[in-house]
């Protein structure tokens, strides 16, 4: 069994794509899944497979949702060891509470191309910054996130891929929760 985190993008969210964590939660024991646990109504799904391709794991949840609740809701899974990379390759390592820094990741679908990249590259803000490194982009958000230019929308329409971003709590705990789960 391999331990994954699957985080659904855009439930939730300004009452669109409601769904309960209870009912998250059954529909992956539906699929067999084990071990399978909530973080926050956002759409963050620690559980056990005993599929090792995520991109497989990805497609099943993807198309059982859909099924399920009829409407589709795209999906990224990493694991827990992945995450832990994503937190520890951080660019801001350093960020002042005090100015308002908040650090934020958004986790990509796919690669984007060389051409996306210029595209996000050419949309730098004066206020807020990013760095894009594989799969992750890190955002250090200066003042409030519901305000900066680097909205989960925008860095997928720039970049041509399905994502998602939490914040840089949300990931840590994540990372706590699967290894508190792994560690029963």
Do not use: C
């Not at 646990?37 to 995520?54: K, M, R, W």
């Not at 925008?154 to 990372?175: D, M, P, Q, Y």
């Amino acid at each position: 069994m391999a331990q994954y985190v699957a985080m659904l993008r855009g439930i939730n969210v300004s009452g669109q794509k409601i769904i309960k964590m209870d009912r998250l939660r059954q529909l992956f024991e539906s699929m067999n899944f084990t071990d399978v646990s909530t973080y926050i109504q956002s759409g963050n799904v620690i559980f056990e497979a005993e599929e090792l391709d995520a991109a497989i794991l990805r497609d099943r949840i993807v198309h059982e949702l859909k099924e399920q609740l009829t409407y589709d809701i795209p999906v990224i899974i990493r694991t827990p060891a992945e995450l832990l990379e994503v937190v520890q390759d951080t660019p801001y390592a350093a960020v002042n509470v005090d100015e308002n820094e908040q650090r934020y990741v958004t986790f990509l679908s796919q690669a984007p191309t060389e051409a996306a990249l210029a595209k996000l590259d050419a949309a730098q803000s004066e206020v807020d910054e990013y760095q894009v490194k594989g799969l992750t982009v890190y955002l250090l958000i200066r003042k409030n996130y519901g305000d900066s230019k680097f909205s989960n929308n925008f860095i997928e329409k720039k970049l041509g891929v399905s994502a998602t971003t939490r914040n840089w709590e949300t990931v840590n705990k994540l990372i706590q929760l699967a290894d508190s789960s792994s560690n029963k």
